[in-house]
């Protein structure tokens, strides 16, 4: 790869011809196309960052920001195939998220995009005559849907996803306006268009069900899920004043030059543009954006006008009117606001409105100034500068100053500056400047137009034309190194002039075609130039003649440059190739692989050397020229580079192209050093400015100085009047506020006195209260102290208590830590006899139950066996149950027609499914119970009943589907009726009508046969008028019917409108019931869930009413007996035989109660069992029921 690295700086211009192309990437960010990658650019720091178009790409199509603003998708069309490329807008750079290039659809191109709210699916709508709608899951690149849109190959304009649900989408276009809905992995259209159809250009959703749609007959519509709600119309109108508009051309006659009576631009297809400019009374409205309070919509060329939600239901009112302002600086101001708005968007706080134009001109405007004078016309502004609009054809740069002059086919020529990345001169003219050439002072300016080649000083604010010479579609000139000749080409002659005197030096003739390119040598004695011919000359300045020549007719060149030593000539022409030529002789043909150079530039050190291609794209190789693809390539422009230039010290390239871009290039070694080369002298800061200028400012400036003397002197008198207006005033209230002084002294005497008198007496109540305080705490301490000596008593006669009943408590204490330690002592004896009784039965138990285990083994073999024979057998019965219903159901399906009489088919089968579904609850029962036996089996179970469940629910959305084709089919029947009707009316008048005329004929030509006889043909004449004029009754009839057919249709459209609702409302009906069975459904499984709970509560219940009886058994069993060692003296536990005997007959008790609430438990489920039975079968599952074991054995 080459080490030399162009980075890509700054870029003037905007492509208006990409769909939805400006967007607000934030508050103060915007995202545009401009050549053949996107720019973010910042709105307060006026800096830009590139977003890169793909490799080989042949420019794009459209634009779409995701709602969360972190993507952005690109349709573009790289080597002729179409492709989506999504960016991630969070990182730094921009990195390519996803690519979309294969597709499983025909498709050309994709000429709009969308991304839905949540920014995880996106749209795209393919152009004619495919006119496919895509919808994907973009992060996957999973394909979910695909429709087409329309079959009649119109052009469709812009899809939209509903700003509240991803499923919904939004078309318009020529007679299209479509939504569709994304159900079942299916785009569906779910509205019907009426009326005469309209070619709808733009839309915009303002709710999640209202989408407002413009036509190109200036009429707004409003649709409400799919149905017409409001509708306006929009009339052109003119600027708000003519005279305005004359006195503002006449005031800038001085900055506007206008051609000649002879200029052959005046030609007639301007006014034929501005006579259909004229008829074309109804605007086109190509762009609508919302926000808050309404939304905006252009309004024809320079027209945006903003709408507002009035108080009524439906409707919007307009609310003000923002027009494009005139250019004063443009050839014609009264046609330079006639520009079609491509695209608006709000930023995020909708404080600002930012449109495109077909001019490539982005503008802004501040929505608080809407606030301001509603009455005064608002007007929008520039985002920066004015942009060009058409191909650029000249560029150039100077050496004194940092600026580049270009000239492009709108017939404007500006002054860029490449340092601050402004726009610091432009002006238009009447006809188109092919070339431009700045001189190396950066004051003066050569221009080629069509008619003559103007030399122009570059003023303070303006440019204006010095001196005319009469070369005729000059398209390409430039000034020389030092300044002082400069070339001019007409055709295939290159005139040389002196810049000083204007003659004409030299004239170098020897081109047999048109010469498209000429470069000077560094010190200005040789010029390069070659042509279409495939000539490639060296001319002395000295002599007039040609040093050297390479000719190569199979070659049409387009662009030549030399090198500093002028020893090197480089050529680019249509060969694909680049040449290098010295002494006459080409040394090295450079190949291009597949592409054609259009433009070469070598830098001033030598060791770069730069080409434009017709693809749009700029290489960077390093001299000498590598023979192999060792070159960095960029992508640039989205037309073929016209000019390239590099800046005298090496730092930036520039380059222009036929997409009217502009784009400043930093140039870096491969280590990111500038190649930077010595400067000695900085810029000039030097401007030019005319003496009749120079003397009218300063005649303003004298002007102003009076005026803001007399100004000085007028405030100083009317600050005199106001002192003493004011001295009166203070005199008037130092009066009235001595008055009101000695007023309030008198108050605050009398004030005085009273509070004296008031004090007096709050010291006497003082005293008083002082001495009736004393009195009474005398009063409590005297009780007080009574009532503490009672109290002591008391504490010491409890405190002798106390230590008598310590002492009690302590000697009860020690009897029975007495009593305690000899029973435990008994107790412990009785425990391990009866712990080695436990141990012989453990034994015993033990032996039974091995013998029970093997029994158990064999029982367990046994039932295994029969379980599995009894599971195949169901197994086969639900197969054979399986295929029946998948039958029944296939008979279904072609049974629509007749679906009536198959309803209690399906009743049956519902009743069929629910025994099935009872037979299949109670083998859960049996499989619950058996599962630790035949575990094995239970995934085939599973299974089955999975299968059952599919089938359940595929039964239940057939039925929902046939009663839905039903319902259509009925619809439909009943529309064909009322058509056929209508048509056998129509029918019958046209036969009507047929008889009539013939009859009419007839008689017409029986009076014709008396057209010699006047007499006879005035009375046959009268007949006719008496046989069919007086009929007018019949005419009366038809129009009655006429208006009974209005009738029918109004009353047929409300009564389709009435049934747009009542099915809407069974839709939510429908999900309120689902909700109730949901909820039923919730409450039966927390009962079952209690069922549960309680049975296991029964079991535990069951396990200690067994221990109880053991026990019982056990003690009976001791007492026949009579063990007289094992059990204490009675004596010494007297109380334990009572409380026995009271357990005994307490767990009597117990168990009669608890076989009292299993009756009850019992009966409970089965009344649940019985209602969940009879309830109709649910989307959901219910819990199985926990039935114990035990279930079918009374409690012992």
């Known amino acids: 790869m080459s080490v030399i690295v162009a980075q890509s700086l700054h870029i003037f211009g905007l492509r208006s011809r990409v769909a939805n192309n400006v967007c607000y990437f934030d508050e103060q960010i915007i995202i545009y196309p401009s050549g053949n990658s996107c720019v973010k650019y910042h709105l307060e720091q006026k800096w830009q960052k590139f977003i890169q178009g793909s490799e080989k790409s042949q420019g794009m199509l459209a634009l779409a920001m995701s709602p969360n603003r972190r993507y952005l998708a690109i349709s573009e069309i790289v080597q002729e195939k179409p492709t989506i ?160 508009k004359d006195e503002l051309a006449h005031e800038s006659e001085s900055l506007i030059e206008f051609p000649t009576a002879s200029s052959p631009d005046l030609s007639s297809e301007m006014l034929c543009e501005a006579v259909g400019q004229q008829q074309a009374s109804f605007p086109q409205i190509s762009a609508i954006a919302a926000y808050s309070k309404g939304f905006a919509c252009s309004a024809g060329p320079g027209v945006v006008l903003l709408f507002e939600k009035t108080e009524e239901k439906e409707g919007y009112r307009e609310n003000r009117e923002i027009r494009i302002p005139q250019d004063q600086r443009s050839s014609d101001p009264n046609q330079s606001d006639k520009q079609d708005v491509m695209c608006m968007c709000f930023s995020p706080s909708e404080e600002t409105l930012l449109i495109s134009t077909s001019k490539n001109q982005l503008y802004i405007f501040t929505m608080s100034s809407t606030e301001i004078i509603k009455g005064e016309p608002a007007h929008f502004e520039y985002l920066n500068f004015p942009l060009h609009s058409a191909a650029i054809t000249g560029l150039d740069i100077c050496i004194r100053k940092p600026l580049v002059a270009t000239c492009s086919l709108d017939r404007s020529v500006r002054i860029w500056n490449y340092e601050t990345n402004t726009l610091d001169l432009y002006k238009e003219y009447q006809e188109e400047a092919y070339a431009v050439s700045l001189h190396p002072t950066g004051l003066y300016v050569l221009v080629g137009f069509s008619d003559k080649l103007r030399l122009m000083n570059l003023l303070i604010d303006d440019i204006r034309t010095f001196k005319d010479f009469t070369v005729r579609g000059c398209r390409e000139c430039t000034f020389s190194n030092g300044g002082h000749l400069f070339a001019a080409v007409n055709g295939n002659v290159i005139h040389i002039y002196s810049t000083t005197s204007f003659e004409n030096v030299n004239n170098l003739k020897g081109h047999n075609g048109k010469v498209r390119s000429v470069i000077w040598s560094a010190d200005d004695n040789k010029l390069i130039s070659c042509g279409t011919d495939g000539a490639v000359y060296e001319w002395s300045l000295l002599t007039g003649k040609r040093e050297s020549e390479c000719v190569l007719k199979s070659c049409s060149y387009s662009g030549v440059a030399i090198s500093p030593d002028a020893k090197i000539i480089f050529a680019v022409g249509s060969d694909q190739t680049l040449k290098e030529i010295s002494d006459s002789s080409i040394l090295r043909e450079v190949p291009t692989f597949d592409v054609t150079y259009t433009a070469i530039v070598v830098s001033h050190s030598g060791r770069m050397v730069f080409t434009g291609t017709s693809m749009g794209t700029i290489r960077s190789m390093k001299y000498p020229l590598p023979v192999h693809k060792e070159f960095n390539e960029y992508q640039a422009h989205a037309g073929p580079v016209t000019k390239m230039s590099i800046t005298c010290d090496d730092q930036f390239l520039l380059t222009v192209s036929e997409d009217g871009c502009l784009l400043i290039w930093k140039v870096y070694d491969k280590e990111g050093r500038g190649l930077k080369r010595e400067k000695e002298v900085g810029y000039a800061e030097e401007v030019l400015i005319t003496k009749t200028d120079m003397e009218e400012k300063t005649q303003v400036m004298l002007e102003l100085k009076t005026r803001v003397e007399e100004l000085k002197m007028e405030n100083e008198y009317q600050l005199r009047l106001k002192d003493m207006n004011y001295n009166e005033k203070m005199k008037e209230l130092t009066e009235k506020f001595i008055q009101e002084m000695e007023s309030l002294k008198t108050k605050n005497q009398v004030l005085k006195a009273e509070k004296e008198k008031q004090e007096l007496q709050y010291q006497e109540q003082l005293s008083e209260l002082m001495e009736k305080q004393s009195r009474e705490v005398q009063d409590l301490e005297s009780g007080n102290n009574q009532k503490l000596l009672l109290e002591y008593e008391k504490y010491q006669e409890l405190q002798v208590k106390s230590q008598r009943m310590q002492e009690e408590y302590e000697k009860q204490l020690h009897d029975m830590e007495e009593t305690k330690n000899q029973a435990l002592e008994e107790l412990t004896e009785y425990y391990e006899a009866k712990l080695h009784e436990k141990t012989t039965l453990l034994e015993e138990a033990q032996d039974d139950a091995r013998q029970q285990l093997r ?76 599962k630790k036996q035949i575990e094995p089996r239970e995934n085939d179970i599973k299974a089955m009943k999975e299968q059952i469940q599919e089938m359940e629910g595929e039964l239940e959305r057939f039925h929902k589907q046939n009663m839905q084709l039903e319902l259509n089919i009925t619809e439909l029947r009943q529309k064909l009726k009322a058509t056929d009707r209508e048509m056998h009316k129509e029918q019958q008048k046209e036969r009507d009508m047929e008889a009539l005329v013939k009859r009419f004929k007839t008689d017409l030509h029986n009076c014709v046969g008396f057209i010699q006889e006047p007499k006879k043909l005035k009375e046959g004449i009268r007949e006719l008028y008496d046989k069919y004029v007086q009929q007018a009754d019949m005419v009366e009839i038809v129009g009655v019917d006429t208006d009974l057919q209005q009738e029918y249709t109004r009353q047929r459209e409300h009564l389709e409108r009435n049934l747009a609702t009542l099915k809407k409302k069974v839709v939510k009906e429908s999900e309120i019931h689902r909700a109730d069975n949901v909820r039923i459904m919730q409450e039966n499984v927390s009962l079952i869930k209690e069922i549960n709970e309680l049975r296991r509560e029964l079991k535990v219940t069951r396990t200690q009413v067994h221990d109880l009886q053991s026990a019982l058994g056990l003690n009976r069993k001791n007492k026949k007996q009579g063990i007289p060692d094992t059990v204490p003296s009675r004596d010494l536990l007297p109380s334990p035989s009572v409380l026995r005997l009271n357990v005994e007959e307490e767990t009597e008790r117990i168990i009669e109660m608890q076989r009292l609430e299993i009756k009850r438990l019992r009966d409970q489920i089965q009344g649940q069992e019985h209602v969940l039975a009879l309830r109709p079968l649910s989307g959901g599952r219910l819990p199985m029921l926990e039935i114990e074991r035990s279930h079918g054995t009374q409690p012992q």
Not at 149 to 176: E, H, L, R
Not at 205 to 212: A, K, N
């Open 855 to 930: 029994e158990f083994e064999e029982t367990k073999k046994q039932i295994e066996e029969d379980e599995d024979r009894e599971i195949q057998e169901i197994k086969i019965k639900y197969e054979r149950r399986l295929r029946e219903e998948r039958e029944s159901n296939l008979r279904l399906k072609g049974e629509t027609g007749i679906m009536r009489k198959k309803e209690k088919r399906i009743y049956d089968l519902k009743k069929k499914n629910q025994e099935l579904e009872k037979f299949k609850f109670v083998l859960d029962y049996k499989i619950k119970e058996l």
């Open 85 to 244: 490329t999504i960016y991630e807008l969070s990182s730094v750079p921009c990195k390519k998220r996803k690519v979309l290039s294969v597709f499983d659809f025909p498709v050309q191109e994709f000429v709009s995009l969308a991304f839905s709210p949540d920014s995880k699916y996106l749209v795209a709508q393919t152009g004619p005559p495919e006119s496919n709608l895509a919808y994907w899951m973009w992060e996957k690149q999973r394909m979910m849907a695909i429709v087409k849109a329309d079959i009649q190959n119109n052009p469709v304009y812009q899809v939209s996803f509903n700003p509240q649900d991803n499923t919904q989408v939004c078309i318009t276009g020529n007679g299209i306006f479509k939504l569709f809905r994304y159900t079942e992995g299916t785009l569906k259209q779910t509205n019907f268009q009426r009326g005469e159809p309209q070619n709808y250009l733009s839309h915009v959703w303002l709710t999640e069900d209202r989408v407002m749609v413009g036509t190109d007959t200036g009429k707004l519509f409003l649709f409400e899920s799919g149905d017409l709600r409001w509708e306006t119309s929009i009339e052109c109108k003119e600027p708000p004043s003519e005279v305005e």
